[in-house]
């Protein structure tokens, strides 16, 4: 069974920095692409920023020059590095993982908090 522990959400001052990890395991199939989605309270569901099997990444433009995603392919972890984090950057950061053979699966969500 796909399971997605993510961890290094919490609180954090404006102008700071927090590292997200999602680790896939329970399936040994293909992952295609990795990535990570928030969403504030009263508002949809949004990508922040993807990586796929080859490398390629897409991140939204909110977060160009702020946040960088990486992947370390043989713990199936992906990463997701937040500097210079403003408020409106608070939300629940869902991790998101698409397998060639079973499909979309999600993190439970964590919450990153930044303080004005």
């Known amino acids: 069974q796909v399971q997605l522990v993510e961890s290094g959400g919490g609180l954090v001052q404006a102008g700071g920095s927090l590292r997200l990890s999602c680790t896939a395991s329970?399936?040994?199939?293909?992952?295609?692409?990795m990535g990570w989605y928030r969403q504030a309270p009263g508002k949809q569901r949004e990508l922040v920023a993807t990586?796929?099997?080859?490398?390629?990444?897409n991140l939204a433009d909110s977060v160009k020059g702020r946040f960088t995603i990486s992947r370390d392919f043989a713990s199936r972890t992906v990463y997701l590095q937040m500097n210079s984090l403003q408020p409106e950057d608070t939300a629940v950061y869902y991790c998101?993982?698409?397998?060639?053979?079973?499909?979309?699966?999600w993190g439970r969500g964590a919450q990153v908090t930044v303080s004005s």
């Open positions: 990586i796929t099997n080859s490398g390629s990444t």
């Open positions: 998101h993982v698409m397998y060639r053979s079973l499909g979309d699966y």
């Open positions: 329970g399936s040994a199939f293909r992952i295609e692409v």
